[in-house]
């Protein structure tokens, strides 16, 4: 069992707000998901010549700012580091592959959570609550975002298990169900080149859908394609720099349900996570039908 | 003289502050003694378990949507859900009724052995899941798998029925008024009698809606599935 949360704001005067709307959805859902949680969010994009990685260190201190020092040394372009405790937010005008090839040879213990313009990512094991607090979640802004609550069934709980998963630029995606086939579509996958960092079944559906985008398929079309090669039961929610997607497989066991006013979408896997909201009352709330596609742009 | 008719005692609970345990013990054990039959609740704001194991004659409203197994195993109360249920909305009901004002998540009234559930909306995936003889009156359409296995009782869906209706079915009957994508192993359509009119009639009226019977449908089953046939090549 897993709980899913989302929500965009449809109004730029909320965007100060979304991390504080958020956090009781994502603490709704730690029933769901007690041993760890996380989210994606989208904020103003950095220019084009720029991209932001999400940096994580886990149990392992690490000296930011010297860290962003001997990076400006090798690739000669301004770094700025925003830093909170073992997580950081690195903006680089150097190519971030350069970047990430790099950390992973001279900063081992630092991973790289997400790569992108707009998206930062935070994932840790503990209670929703918990690393709502550590990572200040109700302070973050944005244009929306993407979170989960996680309670492991089929891989360990670690740092690395925990969801939101990200593959590509601005892209990321959670899971509350499991899949059956996931090492049959990494078999496919690995030939094209595609790395994989775990042995997590929603990692492979993640990695196919991006593989897919890269290939030139709209979200849209990406994810219909994985009706006939996901195998499994899923409430999958995904979020691209302009877009926020949700898609139930054919059977609808994973649950979850769709808020939406004139100034937010929110989703959560149950409506206790919702109820908060401000005019929910008046808010139109339905269920995702088994495979369609929703999607709000921002 | 003064009017001695007794007024209906009534409570309030609100779940924003009251617990559910406080809500569910109350009607377990304390409604009758006190005099009660009349209970509002307030801010269910999607709490799981809502009035759920009630064995009483006692009217409950729940003014909000609520969570997973609102009524569940419901005998002889009345329970009114004044929004939308989560999943296993009066599952193994044995009596009484239970009515949903909005829609029903997946497995509304599964395995639910008697009384009969309202749902004014529509109910998603596996509603009447073996239906052990309880009624259903569905105001709007059902997902697919409805009735899967349904052993006893009736269905009736106002609109439309997903794929797979009635798979694998027993005695239970369903009657549809809408369009049925597809059905299920064993199901079929059978002719409408008199009876089914009349018990279509009965159902809709019980439930407050105006269809006219004749609009609706019979699936029940062929029975095939009933008895195993060596020549069959155990391809249903």
């Given at each position: 069992m897993c709980?899913?949360?989302?929500?965009?704001?449809?109004?730029?005067?909320?965007?100060?707000?979304?991390?504080?709307?958020?956090?009781?959805?994502?603490?709704?859902?730690?029933?769901?998901?007690?041993?760890?949680?996380?989210?994606?969010?989208?904020?103003?994009?950095?220019?084009?010549?720029?991209?932001?990685?999400?940096?994580?260190?886990g149990e392992h201190a690490v000296d930011w700012p010297k860290l962003a020092d001997e990076l400006r040394e090798a690739y000669k372009h301004p770094q700025d580091i925003a830093t909170h405790g073992n997580h950081a937010v690195l903006t680089t005008g150097?190519?971030?592959?350069?970047?990430?090839?790099?950390?992973?040879?001279?900063?081992?213990?630092?991973?790289?959570?997400?790569?992108?313009?707009?998206?930062?990512?935070?994932?840790?094991?503990?209670?929703?609550?918990?690393?709502?607090?550590?990572?200040?979640?109700?302070?973050?802004?944005?244009?929306?975002?993407?979170?989960?609550?996680?309670?492991?069934?089929?891989?360990?709980?670690?740092?690395?298990?925990?969801?939101?998963?990200?593959?590509?630029?601005?892209?990321?995606?959670?899971?509350?169900?499991?899949?059956?086939?996931?090492?049959?579509?990494?078999?496919?996958?690995?030939?094209?080149?595609?790395?994989?960092?775990?042995?997590?079944?929603?990692?492979?559906?993640?990695?196919?859908?991006?593989?897919?985008?890269?290939?030139?398929?709209?979200?849209?079309?990406?994810v219909a394609r994985g009706f006939s090669v996901l195998d499994g039961f899923y409430t999958f929610l995904m979020g691209t720099d302009k877009e926020l997607l949700i898609v139930r497989d054919a059977f609808a066991c994973k649950p979850a349900v769709v808020a939406e006013t004139d100034d937010y979408v929110a989703i959560a896997s149950e409506f206790r996570s919702l109820a908060h909201l401000p005019h929910i009352a008046h808010a139109e709330i339905f269920e995702p039908k088994p495979e369609e596609i929703y999607t709000w742009r921002i | 003289m003064a009017n001695l008719k007794p007024v209906p005692s009534t409570r309030e609970f609100d779940l924003a502050s009251d617990t559910l345990r406080d809500l569910n013990l109350y009607l377990h054990r304390h409604a009758v003694a006190d005099g009660v039959s009349q209970i509002?609740?307030?801010?269910?704001?999607?709490?799981?378990?809502?009035?759920?194991?009630?064995?009483?004659?006692?009217?409950?409203?729940?003014?909000?949507?609520?969570g997973y197994y609102a009524a569940g195993m419901n005998s002889q109360a009345s329970v009114t859900?004044?929004?939308?249920?989560?999943?296993?909305?009066?599952?193994?009901?044995?009596?009484?009724?239970?009515?949903?004002?909005?829609?029903?998540?997946?497995?509304?009234?599964?395995?639910?052995?008697?009384?009969?559930?309202?749902?004014?909306?529509?109910?998603?995936?596996?509603?009447?899941?073996?239906?052990?003889?309880?009624?259903?009156?569905?105001?709007?359409?059902?997902?697919s798998f409805s009735a899967f296995m349904a052993q006893a009782g009736r269905i009736v869906i106002c609109g439309d029925a997903g794929d797979a209706l009635g798979d694998s079915l027993y005695e239970?009957?369903?009657?549809?008024?809408?369009?049925?994508?597809?059905?299920?192993?064993?199901?079929?359509?059978?002719?409408?009698?008199?009876?089914?009119?009349?018990?279509?009639?009965?159902?809709?009226?019980?439930?407050?809606?105006?269809h006219e019977p004749g609009e609706f449908k019979r699936v029940a089953s062929a029975k095939s599935l009933y008895h195993w046939h060596a020549d069959a090549n155990q391809e249903y």
């Open positions: 709980g899913i949360v989302g929500l965009l704001v449809k109004r730029a005067e909320m965007r100060n707000q979304l991390g504080a709307l958020m956090v009781p959805m994502l603490v709704g859902m730690t029933e769901r998901g007690p041993d760890s949680a996380g989210l994606a969010v989208y904020t103003e994009p950095v220019s084009d010549r720029k991209h932001k990685l999400s940096l994580y260190s150097a190519d971030p592959d350069l970047v990430s090839g790099w950390l992973a040879g001279h900063a081992p213990h630092v991973a790289v959570l997400s790569v992108g313009h707009s998206i930062d990512l935070y994932k840790d094991v503990g209670a929703p609550a918990e690393i709502a607090k550590r990572y200040r979640f109700s302070e973050l802004n944005g244009t929306h975002l993407v979170g989960h609550t996680r309670m492991a069934t089929e891989s360990a709980v670690t740092p690395a298990h925990a969801h939101p998963f990200t593959a590509g630029r601005d892209f990321c995606l959670v899971h509350n169900g499991s899949l059956s086939n996931p090492h049959l579509v990494r078999k496919h996958l690995e030939p094209l080149g595609i790395e994989f960092e775990t042995d997590n079944d929603t990692e492979a559906a993640c990695r196919f859908f991006e593989w897919r985008l890269r290939e030139g398929d709209d979200l849209k079309t990406a | 509002r609740v307030r801010n269910p704001d999607g709490a799981h378990s809502v009035a759920c194991g009630l064995n009483a004659d006692l009217d409950v409203h729940v003014h909000g949507h609520v859900i004044h929004g939308n249920a989560g999943p296993g909305a009066a599952e193994n009901m044995m009596s009484g009724r239970v009515h949903v004002k909005g829609f029903a998540s997946t497995a509304a009234g599964a395995s639910a052995h008697g009384g009969l559930l309202v749902i004014d909306g529509d109910a998603s995936l596996r509603c009447g899941i073996s239906l052990k003889g309880a009624d259903i009156v569905v105001g709007g359409s059902v997902g239970a009957v369903i009657y549809v008024r809408g369009e049925v994508r597809s059905l299920g192993a064993d199901a079929r359509f059978e002719p409408m009698t008199d009876k089914d009119r009349a018990a279509v009639k009965g159902l809709l009226s019980a439930a407050g809606l105006g």
